[in-house]
């Protein structure tokens, strides 16, 4: 009876508390990401709703939000496993992963998965920007100053990194 008492009281603790440190901070690290890319996506999306004829350049903005976030993704799980003097697990998740420009250049010079991601960032950061670049930034700008109109969106994401902020990973 108590052995099936134990059994059902662990299957309740949360995943992180039984986890490894290294895999709570990735599993931490990967909700920031998913956090992240879930309120580029919505302000994207209520931008083009203001601005339809954004809609080309929003998409080219997010598939350049996805390949940066999707770069640390990888980098930080691997730098995780490799190398931890690239990150600051001390600080609040959002800080945790410290990549230069020199470090973005040399992963993407990897014949690895790592390599090929990192290559998509990296390149993002060369090209010529979108012709209405400027546009949608400021269409951005005009957007987030108007707090009623992200209120929904900002709230997901401000109650995320909360419950990211209260995970201890030990």
Known sequence: MKLAATLILISLMPTAALASPNQCESDKYHQYVDASLEW????VELTVQKHPDLKEVSDWFMQ???????????????????????????????SWLKLSQQDVKALSQQNTTLGQTAKKAFNDRQTKP?????????????????????KQPL????EKMQRLAAITCK
């Open 40 to 43: 580029y996506k919505n302000l």
């Open 64 to 94: 350049g939000r996805m390949n940066h976030f999707e770069l640390n993704r990888e980098a930080f799980d691997w730098y995780l496993a490799n190398d931890a003097t690239h990150l600051n697990l001390d600080s609040s998740v959002e």
């Open 130 to 150: 979108h012709p209405k670049n400027y546009e949608l930034r400021s269409a951005f700008a005009d957007l987030l100053t108007h707090p009623a109109d992200i």
């Open 155 to 158: 709230n997901t994401y401000n």
